[in-house]
């Protein structure tokens, strides 16, 4: 089965989603893990790692530009 994750960073949305269509496209349901924008390290074997966009806090907060400098 695909392993996946998912980069939740602050003033994105729509990680739900992607996290239930991913795992949907798994096959049996396996729900990809929700990694914070602040941590430096991945899961081991990864075969995916999703970056959904969307915001919530509106362009004038520059989410992309803290993005970044995220480490993750």
Not at 33 to 47: K, S, V
């Amino acid at each position: 089965a695909m392993k996946a994750a998912v980069v939740v960073f602050p003033g994105t949305n729509r990680e739900r989603d992607m996290a239930l269509a991913l795992g949907r496209a798994a096959g049996g349901g396996a729900k990809p893990a929700m990694l914070w924008h602040g941590d430096a390290d991945l899961p081991a074997g990864l075969d995916l790692v999703v970056l959904p966009g969307g915001f919530s806090y509106g362009d004038y907060l520059r989410c992309g530009a803290m993005a970044a400098h995220s480490p993750a």
